[in-house]
């Protein structure tokens, strides 16, 4: 006779294989477009012809400029948006 205990864990079992199926694609996919874009150019920036203001500063105090990338970032990032390094 097989058990409530045994029929659960045989169910668990299942669907954890069938979701680890499932989200094997999905992962290797992350991680080919990842190699691929590691390749690329970084994308253009809308504000690339813009006139910073004085010594690499944005002119929008509310949209402070990363110092390593100089993108703009919104004024409670910690971190920059396009290079990842501490503002």
């Known amino acids: 006779m097989v058990t409530p205990g045994e029929v659960y864990v045989l169910l668990v079992t299942a669907m954890a294989l069938v979701a680890l199926a499932v989200a094997i694609p999905v992962l290797l996919r992350i991680v080919v477009d990842g190699r691929a ?7 253009a920036h809308p504000d690339e012809g813009a006139n ?3 010594g690499g500063q944005s002119v929008d105090p509310d949209r402070p400029r990363c110092p390593h990338c100089g993108t ?3 004024a409670d990032f910690v971190y920059c948006r396009e290079c990842l390094e501490q503002l």
């Open 72 to 74: 703009e970032n919104d």
């Open 37 to 43: 874009r590691l390749g690329e150019e970084p994308p």
């Open 52 to 54: 910073p203001g004085a």
